[in-house]
Structures are given as structure tokens and as C-alpha cells.
């Protein structure tokens, strides 16, 4: 079965980096793009960065382009999210995606002083 699971969350003080991971099993990875969501209560899940299974860009949310890097190593099925000069707004759980429908369980980014 598709499995996506998130790790890597925490709590990091303004200004700070964290870098997540999601591991992808039960689907062939090559074959899908990826994608990084975050979501807060209250508000609707948004997409916060997107990479593509061929040679087109990645995309970013314009709240967080220049600050976080999404990438993958298909030999590990595996898709990061490095995000640095973190801000409060930050603060969400994230999850991952192969928009086919699953998602992971998330993982929580809390950025306090």
C-alpha cells in the first residue's frame, strides 16, 4: 500500500533551518510529482512547494521562495524540504504528497524564540 511518511519537524528559534524528509513507498516514484503542503488550524492545507517527475523547475509558494528548497533522490524514494530563514509563520504541520490522493502523517515545525 502507498505510504508517505514525514520526519525532520521541530522547534527552531526565528532565522533558523530545519530539513524534512518524506519517504515514499508502495508507488512507483519516478513517475509522480511531489509535492511539500503545510497547514495551520483553522486554515486551509496550502502547497508551500511542488518538484516535478521530468526536467521541469520546481515551484514555490511566493511566501517561502528563496527561503526553502525542495528536492528528491529517486534512488531513496525520498523527498526533502530544506527550509531556511524560518519564521514564525512558519509554524505548521507539513506533509508530503504525491497527489494521486494519499498524504503522510506530518510532521510538526514550530518556529519560536
Known amino acids: 500500500q502507498v505510504q508517505l511518511v514525514e520526519s525532520g519537524g521541530g522547534v527552531v528559534q526565528p532565522g533558523g533551518s530545519l530539513r524534512l524528509s518524506c519517504a515514499a513507498s508502495?508507488?512507483?516514484?519516478?513517475?509522480?510529482?511531489m509535492r511539500w503542503f503545510r497547514q495551520v488550524p483553522g486554515k486551509e492545507r496550502e502547497v508551500v512547494a511542488t518538484i516535478f517527475n521530468t526536467y521541469m523547475p520546481t515551484r514555490y509558494a511566493h511566501s517561502v521562495k528563496g527561503r526553502f528548497t525542495i528536492s528528491r533522490d529517486n534512488a531513496k524514494n525520498t523527498v526533502y524540504l530544506q527550509m531556511n530563514s524560518l519564521k514564525p509563520e512558519d509554524t505548521a504541520v507539513y506533509y508530503c504528497?504525491?497527489?494521486?490522493?494519499?498524504w503522510g502523517q506530518g510532521t510538526q515545525v514550530t518556529v519560536s524564540s
Open positions: 504528497s504525491n497527489g494521486a490522493g494519499y
Open positions: 508502495g508507488f512507483t516514484f519516478t513517475r509522480y510529482a
